[in-house]
């Protein structure tokens, strides 16, 4: 219990003691003495294994039940110091106690299993029958021990928040054990433990043991539960379980991509909760351990690239965004053909015959007054429209670029009307889901196919003004 | 219980007809019940070989029962089933299957190359990593339902029909010789089903025996040979040509005759004969 480094303060004292930068640097160096790098080592490594096993427990839709787990274990945790005490042996030595955490915590889930098997109880029902009343049991079995006087009782509750400064060298070294059987198994049953959480029927029907697939995993997080017990607690080792596993998969589509970010993001939570902790007497590790994940959590949330939701709607912002500038040059340049005759003329026509009046358009009219700003904004930009101080013109660059965009959605639209079959009344708006996305080659590949009939653009094959008139709300 | 207490017979060995040992499947006086109440009656069925076999019947008539009840996926309360003479246990690396798009999250962290590699698992056996000789297999598999270019793509990202194929795929790296595929149709586009269709061709043509639950009834003379006419009971089973008839039909699908004149309409459209 040397990990504090600054004096403990009164439990009237609020105030925090601010570590200092040295204190800081040898916590997380792992130099603040023995005690304390043991405890960061140790919680680190469970940050690892939990990270990891949880992943699949997530998977596998089994995470709730790795918390009936830990609830369960309290009774178990409190009669093991009964009957260590009863029959002599020192009631908090640790094997014992983890024993009777072990077995209680099996017994809920299997009862949980079946509870939802038998009497066809839901499963999340089920959960919180075992997790609530076996709590429960272990509470009323915890003041029985309180009131007894033994004064011996003291550990036990620490159980319940996890207390990392009671970590010993031993500890550290059982939990670096399960962290490297996680590794392991998780190494050599990767493809047995991603085939009955994705598709377990597949799986049966396969030949494979379904129900010894599920033991080895639901073994390993047994472990991992346990073994957090003493350093997170019964009601927060969970989180462990859930939380990286739950963040990872912001950040991937790939499963073993997912295992290691889950445990590096368990790992990361553990080190840095754990060094908190020690900096910070006054803070339960657990609690702070926990803490940490979460912010991981929110932040693989908010700013992951892959599933992140500030990224799902910087994409959905950008592809909005050119669907609505192609349909803006789109219409610019069908109103002026429409006004000047076909395309070809068109081409010969001078700057003062593109003067635009973009108001007028029925997409610019459909759009809020910031997106209205926003399109002239980069229409500007690209240099494709520039603004006089009476009129706005259309440039020699912004005309060839609607012009493309216009010949791509008629090339589009043929492509659909004589290869796919489409009805001509259909056709427009099926192409205007896909032309946004037409890549160079494809456009090359369409022309080869229609066999251009010499002109730069097709004629349009549905009356204009009608496509746009259809999307104003 | 008490509904199976007066069948002595089902139990009795003598009753059983010789099942050949030729015939891929062979279902002897099955019953299964969900919580006691019964819905596959007494079930006897054996399947030619070589053959593609259509399982139809009204919503809740036991179809994918039938094949999960063959495949022990779900307990039986009384039966046998039969692959080659002998049981599922000694044959089931003879045995593919596709299950129902619906049964798995598509939102798993898996590509699409990866799903079909699952085809090969039990090949590579307990606790061994995928090697690169199993995984083209998988890409061949995926080229066959015309989904090779999108073997790494996330599940996720494919349409309903792609997901299927996906599976189909999976259950061909199985290299069965039987397979079973619950629904493969429901639900997809054109291409899909032109692409399943030719797959189940051609494993008729490598000789191989395939069940499939079907819904679309205008298209079992089409596709199928053989058709397994199910109520909760077998009404009809035999060669399509034969068993696929109007009154069969009428049996199938009880009282909804308004159906099964829309029904015969379609197959009398598809100008396919039913006698």
């Known amino acids: 219990m040397s990990l504090t480094l600054s004096s403990p303060s009164s439990l009237v004292d609020l105030s925090f003691q601010v570590p200092t930068i040295s204190a800081i640097f040898s916590v997380l160096t792992l130099h603040a003495g023995y005690n304390a790098a043991i405890v960061v080592v140790g919680t680190t490594l469970l940050g690892v294994a939990a990270g990891i096993i949880g992943v699949f427990a997530l998977l596998r839709e089994r995470a709730l039940m790795a ?47 079946l509870l939802s098997r038998l009497r066809r109880l839901h499963e999340d029902a089920a959960i919180g029958v075992v997790l609530s009343s076996f709590f429960g049991l272990g509470i009323v079995v915890m003041s029985i021990i309180q009131n007894s006087g033994s004064g011996e009782e003291g550990g036990l509750s620490h159980f319940i928040y996890g207390q990392t400064a009671a970590l010993q060298a031993r500890d550290a070294f059982l939990t670096l054990g399960a962290a490297a059987l996680t590794v392991i198994a998780s ?36 472990i991992v539960t346990v073994i957090g017990l003493q350093s997170v607690g019964i009601l927060l080792i969970i989180a462990l379980l859930v939380v990286p596993p739950a963040a990872a998969r912001f950040w991937t589509e790939r499963l073993p991509v997912m295992i290691g970010v889950s445990a590096a993001i368990g790992g990361v939570s553990g080190y840095v909760g754990a060094s908190l902790s020690a900096l910070f007497p006054r803070f339960p590790a657990g609690a702070v351990i926990v803490v940490v994940a979460g912010v991981f959590f929110f932040l693989s949330f908010a700013f992951a690239p892959a599933r ?25 340049y069908e109103r002026l053909e429409q006004s000047n005759g076909d395309g070809d003329s068109l081409l010969r026509i001078g700057e003062g015959s593109r003067v635009v009046s973009l108001p007028e358009l029925s997409t610019y009219r459909g759009s809020t007054p910031f997106a209205r700003w926003l399109h002239r904004m980069l229409l500007q930009q690209k240099g494709y429209l520039t603004l006089t101080d009476r009129s706005t013109l259309l440039t020699e660059r912004g005309y060839l670029a609607a012009a493309r965009k216009v010949q791509n959605h008629r090339l589009w639209e043929e492509y659909l009307l004589t290869h796919a079959d489409i009805p001509a009344s259909h056709v427009d708006s ?13 456009v090359e590949k369409l022309k080869r196919k229609l066999r251009q009939r010499g002109t730069a653009v097709p004629e349009s094959l549905h009356p204009l003004g009608s496509a746009f008139e259809r999307e104003v709300p | 219980m008490k509904l199976f207490q007066h069948q002595p017979e089902l139990t009795s060995l003598s009753d059983r007809p010789e099942h050949s040992p030729e015939s891929p499947l062979s279902v002897h006086s099955v019953t299964v019940a969900y919580h006691e109440k019964p819905v596959l009656w007494d079930i006897e069925y054996e399947a030619p070989r070589h053959s593609l076999i259509a399982i139809v019947g009204p919503n809740g008539a036991g179809k994918s029962t039938f094949i999960k009840a063959c495949l022990d996926l779900i307990p039986r309360a009384t039966g046998l089933v039969e692959f080659w003479g002998k049981s599922y246990r000694d044959q089931r690396t003879r045995i593919g299957y596709v299950p129902q798009r619906e049964s798995v999250d598509w939102d798993f962290p898996i590509s699409a190359e990866e799903v079909v590699c699952m085809g090969r698992y039990r090949k590579i056996g307990w606790f061994r990593p995928i090697t690169r000789s199993h995984r083209e297999k998988a890409l061949e598999c995926l080229e066959q339902v015309g989904m090779e270019s999108f073997a790494k793509r996330q599940i996720n990202q494919l349409s309903g029909g792609q997901q299927q194929r996906v599976f189909l795929a999976r259950a061909l790296a199985q290299e069965a010789e ?12 054109a291409a899909t089903e032109r692409s399943i269709v030719g797959v189940l061709e051609q494993l008729k043509g490598e000789g191989k025996t395939v069940v499939v639950v079907h819904h679309d009834l205008s298209t079992v003379p089409e596709y199928f040979d053989h058709v397994l006419m199910l109520n909760a009971r077998v009404i009809a089973s035999g060669p399509v040509r034969e068993v696929f008839t109007d009154e069969n039909l009428k049996k199938t699908y009880g009282g909804r005759l308004s159906l099964l004149e829309e029904v015969g309409e379609a197959i009398a459209r598809a100008g396919r004969g039913v006698r």
């Open chain 1, 67 to 113: 918390d009936a787990l830990a609830h369960s274990a309290l009774p178990g945790l409190g009669i093991a110091f009964l009957v260590g005490t009863a029959l002599g042996i020192d009631g908090k030595s640790l094997p014992l106690l983890l024993c009777g955490a072990t077995l209680f915590g099996v017994l809920g889930t299997v009862v949980v299993q």
């Open chain 1, 187 to 222: 190494t050599l049953l990767l493809k047995e433990f991603r085939l009955v959480c994705f598709d377990e029927e597949f799986a049966r029907s396969d030949g494979w043991r379904v129900s010894r697939i599920d033991l080895m995993m639901m073994t390993l997080v047994v």
């Open chain 1, 308 to 332: 992140g939701v500030v990224a799902l709607f910087v994409r959905r912002f950008l592809l909005r965004t050119r669907v609505t500038e192609d349909h803006l040059l789109r219409e610019l």
């Open chain 1, 430 to 442: 099926s192409a205007d889901l896909v032309e946004h996305t037409l890549s160079p080659e494809v």
């Open chain 2, 178 to 189: 039987l397979y079973f595929m619950d629904e493969p149709f429901a639900g997809v586009d």
